[in-house]
Every structure is written in structure tokens, then in C-alpha cells.
């Protein structure tokens, strides 16, 4: 018989996630609604904007979503992506998967306040700028992390009712919208004498489409994830996709093209246009609950990939302590909630690419790691196995990787600095981690450096 471990026993006391709570916290991790999308009309115009929104699933969302599945289902504990990295190429690569990751999570975290500013701004202008708009973001952070600290099941449960209210505006306006539609209006490619911005057009596709990985962190909360992670993905992806392109098909197609103007936030006024300032001020309000959504699926994931790094050694096991009333992992969320107003302050367009670049050099990783098990670990038990052989994995993996790579050659000389910076930050931690190990200053969950630490077998993954 084996041993529960006390990180075990904890979870196996919790309140596991079901599938529709889970299926609506993907939502969130994702997309949260179509607020955000705006700028890709201004940066390309309204065709290539639709083109994107409808093309961007099947060769990025598609793709992620089926390895989210395949390795959640083998290795269902909190972690997620840190123990793929972790069983395909060691400690090393598990740690800076960590690392890109987790503060890819939190600059994220730190955007949600501020897009939810950015449509509430138009209604309270002095929320633009100065101590206003600061307090607004430091009060948001502060109460939002509060609510995630009362639980995972309460987050999952949240989301539903987010959803539904944030949602219900974008559904009326397309309603009222179709009688306005002129389809001529969906051929435009903008507007003459507008150029293209393409680094802006495929960073609002990317940061408005990625992050389905990012709920395996949560796998070990999930009630049966073996059975519940794949259905769950799957009717994300077609929810999300779906209300991303009803909108953005109404809006552009009922709204004569002024491209300047569709910038995040132009649904709220796109609706006026559409239906009066009655739905304009429900999009907003719907706006602050999906940054709602958003921050706290985000948050929650953030928070249990600390706590997987600390069950996998990566993290000494005092980062691991949960709150003794509601069994959360309050150390990940306090964390995570400090470095996310730390960068709160940053230009939202460079939090967005500073998030994208970081997401990026995690990805290329999560893709090696899926197909080095695939090849070195062929015998492993997969509850769910992406249903192609490996030259067409390489393949499905190829296609988003070259979008990945895209990504990190448009970045700004800015975002790369921010990104060197954490990325230098990362491997010193992990070398000061080691050290802590060898002297013994703190007590991790692994065998200590220079011992023999377990490694999976090649064929059976134990």
C-alpha cells in the first residue's frame, strides 16, 4: 500500500470540479467574451479580422486543447505543464517551464483590471489616468484575490454566472444587429490610407485565443479528470470560438468602418449604435465581470501551478501551505497577486506582448515535451491519446510553432528586455534552489541534490 503524501490527502478532501464549472473556468482561462477583440479590426480591418477569428482555432486552439488533454489525463496533478516538462527532459527544463509560465500568468493577471478600466473609462473618464485610475487597479487586484482565496469550487461556480451575464449583451446586440447588416461591409480591408499593424493584429489573435493549457495546473482538483478534461475542452473550444465570431461578424457587418475607432472597448460603443445606451452600459458592466472571470481563472491557475511546483520539488514545501478553512494555496495567490500589481502599471499593449512573448518560449517547450514523451514513452497509459501518429503530431505541432515563433520575432526591444530579464531571473532561482537542497537549508518533496532522484520509467511512465 502506498503512502499518501500530505499534499494528497489535502486535495483528496477538497471539493472536486465537475465538468460544467470546469468547462466555464477554461472559458475564462481563454477568452471570457469577445472584450479584447476590437483591435484586430483596427489593425487589419474587418475580412482578416473575421479570417483570424475563424482560421487562428483550428491551428493554434485545436492543437492545444487536444495536448492539454492527452497529458492532463496521464499526469493529473497540479502542476500541469511544469511536471510534462519535468518527465521529458528533467528538473532544469521543469523549473524555467515554471518560471516562463507562472509569470506569464501574472503579467496576464495584471491586464484583466486594466481592459475592464479601459470600457468602465467611458463612462467615468477619470478613470484614464492618474490615482483614479491606479486605486481602481490596486482595488480591483486586492478584492478579486480575496474572492479566489475562498475557493476553487466557488471560482468554478462564479464563472457560470459570469458568463451568462457577460454574454447576455453581445447575444441581444447581434439579435438587434441583423436587420443593420450590409455584408459588403465584411469584404472591407480598412480603411485607405490605414496601414497594417501586424504586430498588433496577431497579438490580439494570440492573447485572445491561448492559455488552454493553462487549467491542467488545476488537474488534481478535478473531479475524474481522465473523463472529465477532454469533453471539458472540447465544448470550450467550440463555446469560446462561437462567441468571439458572432459579435465581431454583427458589429462589423451593422457598423459603417471608421477603423481608428475599434479599439478595445468599441463594442460598448458599437452597441449605442446599435441599440441605445441602455445595452452600451450593460456591455460595460458585462466588461468588469469578465475581468472578473478572467483574473480569477488565471489567478486559480497561477496559484495551483505554485502549489504543483512545490508537490514536484521545484519549490521548497513551505510555498505549498493551504489555508486550513478553504483549502486553497493562499501562498500562490498572495504571490502571485503582488507581482501582478507590480506590473499592473505597464501599457496595456506591452503587458499583452510581454505576456504573449513569455506564453511563446513556454509553448515551443510544452510542444518538445509532448513529443519527446510521445517518442521516448510510447508504452505509456494515456486515458486520452491525441489520435495521430507521431510524424503527423510533428506536423500539428510545426504549424502553431511557427506562430510562436512570429510572435517572439515582432516583439518590441522592451518586451524583450522584460522577458531576458525574467527568463535570467528563472535559471538563477533554479540554481539557487539546488543550492538549497545540497546545504539542506529548507525541505523540499524530492530526494536531495546528488541523490537519486525517481525518474518515470521509460515505458510505463511510474
Known amino acids: 500500500m502506498t503512502q499518501e503524501t500530505p499534499a494528497a490527502a489535502t486535495v483528496s478532501r477538497a471539493k472536486k470540479l465537475s465538468l460544467i464549472p470546469l468547462v466555464f473556468l477554461i472559458y475564462f482561462e481563454v477568452a471570457g467574451g469577445p472584450y479584447g477583440e476590437e483591435p484586430a479590426v483596427q489593425a487589419a480591418g474587418p475580412l482578416l479580422a473575421i479570417i483570424g477569428f475563424t482560421v487562428f482555432p483550428f491551428i493554434w486552439s485545436v492543437p492545444e486543447a487536444l495536448i492539454t488533454a492527452e497529458l492532463c489525463t496521464t499526469f493529473p496533478g497540479n502542476g500541469g505543464f511544469v511536471i510534462w516538462a519535468d518527465r521529458a527532459f528533467g528538473p532544469f527544463w521543469g523549473s524555467l517551464m515554471g518560471t516562463w509560465k507562472f509569470l506569464c500568468g501574472v503579467v496576464n493577471i495584471a491586464s484583466f483590471p486594466a481592459l475592464g478600466i479601459n470600457y468602465v473609462q467611458q463612462a467615468i473618464p477619470a478613470l484614464e489616468s492618474g490615482w483614479p485610475r491606479y486605486t481602481a487597479l490596486m482595488g480591483f487586484t486586492l478584492a478579486l484575490s480575496f474572492l479566489n482565496y475562498t475557493g476553487l469550487a466557488i471560482v468554478g461556480y462564479t464563472a457560470i454566472i459570469l458568463a451568462v451575464i457577460s454574454l447576455a449583451p453581445f447575444i441581444l446586440m447581434s439579435l438587434i444587429a441583423i436587420p ?166 505597464m501599457d496595456f499593449e506591452d503587458i499583452i506582448a510581454s505576456g504573449n512573448l513569455l506564453y511563446s518560449l513556454g509553448m515551443l517547450l510544452e510542444f518538445a515535451s509532448f513529443l519527446w514523451l510521445r517518442w521516448k514513452s510510447p508504452m505509456l497509459e494515456r486515458p486520452f491519446r491525441v489520435p495521430v501518429k507521431l510524424p503527423l503530431l510533428v506536423i500539428m505541432c510545426l504549424i502553431p510553432s511557427v506562430f510562436l515563433i512570429l510572435i517572439i520575432v515582432i516583439a518590441k526591444k522592451f518586451v524583450y528586455l522584460v522577458t531576458g530579464i525574467m527568463t535570467v531571473a528563472g535559471i538563477g532561482f533554479f540554481f539557487l534552489m539546488n543550492l538549497c537542497k545540497t546545504k539542506k537549508w529548507m525541505r523540499f518533496n524530492v530526494a536531495q541534490v546528488g541523490e537519486d532522484r525517481p525518474r518515470p520509467d521509460p515505458e510505463t511512465g511510474v
Open 180 to 345: 443593420k447588416i450590409r455584408p459588403h461591409r465584411w469584404l472591407s480591408l480598412g480603411q485607405k490610407g490605414v496601414k497594417k499593424d501586424w504586430t498588433l493584429f496577431f497579438n490580439t489573435l494570440f492573447w485572445n485565443l491561448n492559455f488552454w493549457d493553462s487549467v491542467s495546473t488545476v488537474a488534481g482538483e478535478v473531479d475524474k479528470p481522465q473523463k472529465t478534461f477532454p469533453l471539458a475542452l472540447l465544448i470550450a473550444v467550440i463555446f469560446t470560438c462561437v462567441s468571439y465570431l458572432i459579435p465581431l461578424v454583427a458589429v462589423t457587418g451593422a457598423v459603417p468602418l471608421v477603423q481608428t475607432q475599434w479599439e478595445t472597448g468599441f463594442h460598448a460603443e458599437a452597441a449605442e449604435m446599435i441599440a441605445g445606451k441602455w445595452l452600451k452600459y450593460w456591455i460595460q458592466f458585462g466588461s468588469v465581470l469578465s475581468a472578473i472571470g478572467l483574473f480569477e481563472a488565471q489567478l486559480s491557475s497561477c496559484a495551483y501551478q505554485f502549489f504543483g511546483m512545490v508537490d514536484i520539488g521545484v519549490l521548497p514545501c513551505f510555498l505549498g501551505n493551504r489555508s486550513k478553512r478553504f483549502n486553497t494555496p493562499w501562498v500562490g495567490i498572495v504571490i502571485s497577486t503582488i507581482i501582478a500589481l507590480a506590473v499592473s502599471f
